[in-house]
């Protein structure tokens, strides 16, 4: 299985820490973001290669940063100038799967989240149900996810039945990380749909064509979007 890590943000709510840096190579407990993800996806028994996409702008530095860790996998950085000028990452996704010819079930994972569950834990979720899977987070307080996050509603069996984009009036405090399993029946929905911007957009238009299943998962999560999502994270994770 092949695993995508969407790390071509200019992270500009970060300035002027990302003038110099790009987000995703920004520390939290003495380690790059990106180094927090690469080795957990090194652990695991199902992923065999790994692609990071980044922005052209910090070419240099992505380079020095794979140059200096030691990985087991494959590891492969993809970037061009259609990547680097465009803040979509569903068109980042649409371009990987399209200029690679991807034909197998993808991972794809933001290169600014931090968690601690196991991604092996994830895959095997996914390999019960079949389906296209997103890890899931409960955030435990309406207030603090309204007008931020994808917020989806279950049913019993862990089945995605609502996905509502950063609702005002959030109807659960479910958060979608994005941390997803996409089937490779379900990319050639990448085909049908001229989607904008956010990689939540292809989970709502599944949603509505397919079953999506949710992997809830506790512990620690942290969405590395502002200095003070930073802050937190750099004091509890």
């Not at 300035?15 to 920004?26: F, G, S």
């Not at 085909?191 to 292809?202: D, P, S, T, V, Y």
Request: charged residues 30%; hydrophobic residues 35%; aromatic residues 12%.
């Amino acid at each position: 299985m092949k695993a995508l890590i969407l790390s071509s943000g200019l992270g500009k709510r970060l300035y002027p820490l990302t003038k110099l840096t790009p987000k995703t190579l920004i520390e939290v407990k003495s380690k790059p973001l990106l180094l927090h993800i690469l080795e957990k996806l090194e652990k695991s028994k199902y992923i065999e290669e790994i692609y990071v996409t980044y922005n052209i702008k910090f070419e240099a530095e992505f380079k020095h940063f794979l140059n200096n860790f030691k990985f087991k996998k494959k590891i492969e950085l993809v970037t061009n100038k259609k990547i680097s000028s465009s803040s979509s990452s569903i068109g980042t996704v649409d371009y990987f799967v399209k200029s690679r010819e991807i034909n197998e079930d993808l991972l794809v994972l933001a290169g600014d989240s931090l968690f601690d569950f196991c991604i092996d834990d994830f895959i095997e979720f996914y390999g019960e149900h079949g389906q296209t899977s997103v890890a899931v987070y409960d955030l435990k307080d309406r207030e603090k996810i309204a007008g931020k996050y994808g917020v989806v509603e279950l049913d019993k069996t862990c089945k995605i039945i609502g996905f509502e984009e950063k609702p005002t009036s959030p109807k659960t405090s479910l958060v979608a990380t994005l941390c997803y399993l996409l089937s490779n029946y379900d990319l050639h929905h990448l085909n049908k749909k001229n989607f904008k911007e956010n990689a939540g957009e292809l989970i709502a238009h599944l949603v509505d064509h397919e079953d999506v299943y949710a992997f809830l998962f506790e512990g620690k999560w942290f969405d590395i979007g502002t200095h003070e999502d930073l802050k937190k994270a750099r004091k509890e994770f």
